[in-house]
């Protein structure tokens, strides 16, 4: 058995399993999580022991479906299988009061398991597949609780903002596929000129809907309604991570305008939502626009041309993000609510969560030696060594500042204040995974050299001024803790807070630029659809009407002329008979008269003629 | 003389069989009679059939060979096989069987005779010898209907055939000659010509049973053999109306004659149909419709000479009429003689009842079937004599005629009304007891029936082409 296999397999097994038996999901979800951990694990054993492999599957005639284990595959194929085991431990806890526990496991681990097709995947028609089923398992795990208000627009808006979005990876793989020829990713890749500028905006497109980037961030803050195990693992390694993923894996296709378009997009995206978590006054939703705002960051660094220092701190992020979403979820079933005014002073109730929590704050704010300095760091450096140095690396240091900014004021939020905490069940579960994640979002960036050394690709250093980005990313991140720590936000933000509150909603946002107008036509349509019918109707009644007259008027108009008609005809067949009478006398005289009566007539023309 | 004597090959050999068949009949063998007379009609067709296309007098224009003549036998003598098929089928076993196919037989020859006359005797001879054996073939059921309707016809009879030899006398007179074509002669003298015309109107509008001299006709189709009434009601009228073509090419158009004869038409047309209307017996409405057929048979007398078409448009209808009446007969012999017998025979015998709405539909003239063809002709040859009045005239009667005929169609496709009729219905049928028997004679007259109406209706363009 091929262990590509075994990590795809396991985890969608036992989401059968889990399906069939309808009991022990914990147990079964474990087991699944840890067999397709192991397989990774193995996969990238090999990769470091130089040996890839590729499991090549029957799928269309010349387009065989292909899953394959690169460096790059395995290593993020790990990382899922990572944050999925230890998210699916937290979730044992997480979930110990819930009903429907054998919903919430098999679809996790069907997420699970399409999340690993996803990064496996050699060709474009498996990727697609497994973008799909990404997309469709992540509505069915937001709208988990369906029957709290919201939840289920929450639910729906980030399927169709995402779905919308794939249209772009649709059209992307059309285009890549029939100019290469060949399904396969990496034969696709050599794909240059303006098919590749195309290619490269499309995918761009998908990526931003699938990433939350600005300004499709919107759904990604309503997806919050979920369970806080789901955000963790949709944030940190799977769904929000799989735009970044798709470019990351591109990139070498990707042209220098694409790129561009692409650092500008994060680039904006960094900011926008940065500074909506500043302005945010719900935990949840603050983690959810920090994590368009590290996305964002990553895409600068792919803008910058550097993937490699996006993918480190798409895996420091993973670690990170779920951390702080795990510790939240701790946070929120103490208090049985994610607003920040609610959580005051949790810190002192749960100190230990809390510790946790700072370290993985503290990391995210690019505080050394957590593993957040590093790839912060390979990012400005990155944007430094850009051509387009004036453009990326303000959005780098702007993001930096923003990311101390708004976590020293969630902390600051947190440990500040009076608040009553309940006792919580299966916090030893919890706790278990939240440790395992915290322990590797510190010690990450020690294993960054081993990563660059197996992806073969080394992180730019500038030879002139080596230290610069340290100083520039360390000073930006020191001052925005310091500031998200000291000054209150209303003094931060000012006059825009409301703004960012709403989401920096232009003109009302999707809501008023989109939704509306749609709604305003669907209804239009409906009106004009009733007019249509209720004039069908009219036409059938006023058919009708006329048909009825139409009849009265056979019936009493020509109908009675016609019966008229024939009845003074039959009288006159009646009479006619009469004259038969039998008698031959009567009928010769009838006979004789007759024939006078025509010889009379004859002479008389004659008279006439002569 | 012998060029002659081979131009009259049909009806010599005709009257052989005639002689022929009387020594058979002599003999007691009246199976001999039928076969002769079978064989001896098919001769005298096949023998017909040479003489297509001759064009002349025989015996000093006398009797003329032309189209018209030699189509009426075409058409006549098969017709008469078809009858005598019927005539056997309805009385075979009985004691004057044999007789009944020689006076049919001399019949057929004095239409023949009559289609081709030139000549004033003739055209006596041909009515008297007509009329003399109609007379007994109309009695010879031996019964008191049949015996009265057999006493009006010769009483009528009488009375117009003299009436007609008196006027003819006046022609005689008028021209020294008998030959109708030496009318032209009485140009200068209309008033004679007139009471001649006057004088043969009454005589063949007997023989044709034109209105007002139609009375015989509906008594005696009642009174005689249903097969007889066929006979009757198809071929001596056929005759009669070539006669009266052949006289009407020849007179002078001094007179108004064609407008009489318009009128007499619309009389017929109109006075069959409204009293076929009200019948309630088949045969009674079949014999008015008959009469009102024997109307437009006058359009086409009315256009001689003033339209090509004329002639072609009587042959055509002649033939159609033929074979959509017999068919009619031949059903109604199966089927039964009112019409309340008539309900549900659609469905009890689909090919029967489809059979007899052909031929109705086609008495009615609908397209595509043979009637039509006929009346389309005919009005054809009206319109292009001026006649356009006439024509409209018969085409309203044509929609009357529907009317009378669907009086039998739609009842075949009904069930059997209520019980309150069906008393009566039964008492009926047992008075007419309609042939119930499986009749294999008939079925055969009415598929060649069918088949003719059908195939004239389709053949219509080949048949003109055939007679141009």
Same mark, same amino acid.
């Given at each position: ?14 989401? /059968? ?38 499991? %090549?599957?029957?799928? &269309? ?29 937290? !979730? ?16 996790? /681990? ?43 627009? !929450? ?46 905006? /499309? ?41 970044? %993923? ?15 378009? #692409? ?67 701790? =946070? ?19 100190? *230990? ?44 240091? @702007? ?67 080596? =230290? ?75 058919? &009708? ?55 009379? =007539? ?9 | ?187 200068? *003298? ?10 043969? #109107?009454?005589? &063949? ?34 005759? @009669? ?45 079949? !014999? ?86 006929? *009346? =389309? ?71 060649? @029936? ?7 209706? /389709? ?10």
């Amino acid at each position: 058995m091929n262990l590509i296999a075994i990590a795809i397999l396991a985890p969608l097994s036992m989401a /059968l399993l889990t399906m069939l038996l309808r009991r022990q999901p914990a147990a079964l979800a474990l087991l699944g999580a840890a067999a397709g951990l192991l397989a990774s694990l193995g996969l990238l054993t090999d990769a470091f022991n130089g040996r890839g492999s590729e499991l %090549i599957l029957p799928g &269309l005639p010349d387009m065989p479906l292909r899953l394959v284990a690169t460096p790059l595959t395995a290593l993020l194929s790990t990382l899922v299988a990572v944050v999925c085991s230890l998210v699916m431990v937290y !979730a044992v806890g997480y979930m110990k009061k819930d009903n429907e526990k054998v919903r919430f496991f098999a679809t996790l /681990l069907l997420f699970a398991s399409a999340m690993q097709t996803l990064v496996l995947a050699g060709d474009w028609i498996l990727l697609l597949s497994a973008w799909e089923l990404i997309g469709l398992s992540s509505y069915l795990l937001i709208g988990f609780w369906y029957s709290k208000p919201g939840v289920k627009t !929450a639910a729906t808006r980030a399927f169709l903002v995402t779905r919308s979005a794939d249209l772009g990876l649709y059209i992307a793989t059309f285009i890549l596929v029939t100019s290469a020829g060949s399904t396969d990713i990496a034969a696709t890749l050599d794909t240059r000129g303006g098919l590749a500028v195309a290619a490269g905006l /499309l995918l761009l497109i998908a990526a931003m809907g699938k990433s939350a980037q600005t300004p499709l961030h919107d759904w990604l803050q309503r997806a919050m309604a979920g369970p806080t195990p789901v955000s963790a693992l949709l944030h940190s390694a799977t769904l929000v991570a799989a735009g970044a %993923i798709l470019l990351i894996r591109t990139a070498p296709m990707l042209p220098p305008e694409t790129l561009l378009v #692409i650092g500008i997009v994060g680039g904006v995206t960094t900011v926008v939502t940065g500074l909506m978590a500043l302005g945010e006054s719900d935990l949840k939703r603050m983690l959810a626009a920090s994590t368009s705002s590290q996305y964002g960051l990553m895409l600068v660094a792919v803008g910058a041309g550097v993937p490699m220092a996006a993918l480190l701190h798409l895996i420091a992020h993973a670690a990170i993000k779920s951390s702080l979403f795990l510790g939240a979820g701790v =946070f929120q079933h103490s208090r049985d609510s994610t607003v920040l005014d609610k959580l005051r002073g949790i810190g002192r109730d749960r100190p *230990k969560i809390f510790s946790g929590f700072v370290l993985a704050a503290l990391a995210l704010a690019g505080v050394p030696p957590l593993s957040g300095f590093f790839s912060k760091d390979a990012i400005i450096a990155a944007s430094m060594n850009s051509a387009n140095i004036w453009i990326l690396l303000p959005f780098a240091l @702007a993001g930096t500042l923003l990311t101390g900014s708004y976590m020293a004021r969630a902390l600051r939020l947190l440990w500040q204040g009076n608040g009553k905490s309940r006792s919580v069940d299966g916090l030893a579960w919890m706790g278990a995974g939240l440790a395992g994640l915290v322990f590797l979002a510190i010690i990450l960036g020690a294993a960054f050299p081993a990563v660059e050394s197996l992806l073969g690709a080394r992180l730019p250093e500038n030879s002139q001024v080596q =230290f610069l980005p340290v100083v520039l990313g360390l000073s930006a991140a020191l001052c925005g803790l310091a500031l998200g720590w000291f000054v209150p936000v209303h003094r931060l933000l000012g006059p825009l807070l409301p703004w960012s509150r709403q989401g920096f909603a232009i003109a009302g946002g999707f809501d008023n630029l989109i939704i509306r107008p749609v709604f305003f036509i669907a209804r239009t349509c409906e009106k004009l659809e009733r007019l249509l019918y209720e004039s069908v109707l009219a036409t059938g009644r006023a058919g &009708l009407r006329l048909g009825q007259a139409v009849r009265l008027n056979d019936e009493q108009g020509i109908d009675g002329i016609i019966f008229s008609f024939v009845r003074c005809m039959v009288n006159l067949g009646g009479k006619a008979r009469t004259l038969q009478s039998g008698l031959i006398h009567k009928e010769l005289a009838i006979s004789i008269v007759a024939s006078a009566m025509i010889l009379v =007539f004859m002479l008389i023309t004659l008279l006439v003629y002569q | 003389m012998g060029h002659d004597l081979a131009l009259l090959i049909p009806e010599i050999i005709i009257l052989l069989t005639v002689v022929v068949a009387l020594i058979a009949e002599m003999l007691r063998f009246p199976r001999t009679v039928l076969t002769v007379t079978i064989i001896g009609l098919l001769l005298a067709t096949a023998q017909t059939l040479p003489l297509l296309g001759v064009d002349t007098g025989v015996f000093g224009g006398t009797f003329r060979v032309d189209m018209l003549s030699v189509w009426a036998k075409l058409i006549l003598l098969p017709a008469t096989v078809l009858s005598l098929l019927l005539a056997r089928s309805e009385l075979a076993g009985s004691d004057r069987e044999g007789t009944v196919y020689i006076l049919v037989c001399l019949v057929s020859l004095a239409s023949v005779l009559l289609a081709g006359a030139g000549d004033s005797m003739l055209l006596v001879l041909g009515i008297l010898l007509s009329g003399l054996a109609s007379f007994a073939l109309v009695a010879c059921p031996r019964n008191d209907i049949a015996t009265e309707a057999a006493m009006k016809f010769f009483v009528f009879a009488s009375v117009t055939t003299s009436v007609m030899i008196f006027g003819l006398s006046y022609w005689f007179g008028g021209t020294g000659s008998t030959l109708f074509s030496e009318l032209a002669t009485l140009q200068t *003298k209309p008033v004679i010509a007139v009471i001649g015309l006057m004088a043969v #109107i009454i005589g &063949l509008g007997y023989k044709a049973s034109l209105v007002p001299f139609h009375f015989w006709a509906p008594d005696a189709y009642e009174g005689a053999p249903l097969s007889i009434a066929a006979y009757l009601s198809v071929v001596p009228k056929i005759g @009669a109306i070539m006669a009266f073509a052949q006289i009407v090419r020849d007179i002078p158009m001094v007179t108004a004659w064609s407008l009489i004869i318009a009128v007499v038409a619309v009389l017929t047309m109109t006075y069959g149909y409204l009293a076929a209307l009200v019948q309630n017996n088949v045969v009674r409405l079949l !014999a008015y419709s008959s009469i009102a057929q024997a109307g437009y048979f006058l359009l086409g007398v009315v256009a001689v000479g003033a339209s090509p078409l004329a002639l072609k448009s009587l042959i055509v209808f002649a033939a159609a009429y033929a074979a959509m009446n017999l068919g009619a007969f031949a059903v109604v012999m199966q089927a039964g003689r009112t019409l309340e017998t008539f309900y549900g025979i659609g469905r009890k015998n689909p090919a029967l009842g489809v059979a007899m709405v052909v031929f109705l539909l086609s008495l009615a003239g609908i397209p595509p079937l043979a009637g039509f063809v006929g *009346k =389309f002709l005919l009005f054809g040859a009206a319109i292009d004599a001026g006649f356009l009045w006439l024509t409209v005239v018969a085409i309203l009667n044509s929609v009357l005629s529907l009317a009378v005929y669907l009086r039998i169609v739609v009842p075949m496709y009904q069930r059997r009304r209520d019980s309150g009729l069906s008393a009566a219905a039964a008492d009926i049928k047992s008075i007419n007891d309609p042939v119930t028997a499986p009749a294999p004679l008939i079925t055969l007259v009415w598929i060649i @029936a069918l088949l003719s109406t059908l195939g004239i209706g /389709l053949a219509a363009q080949l048949l003109l082409g055939q007679l141009g």
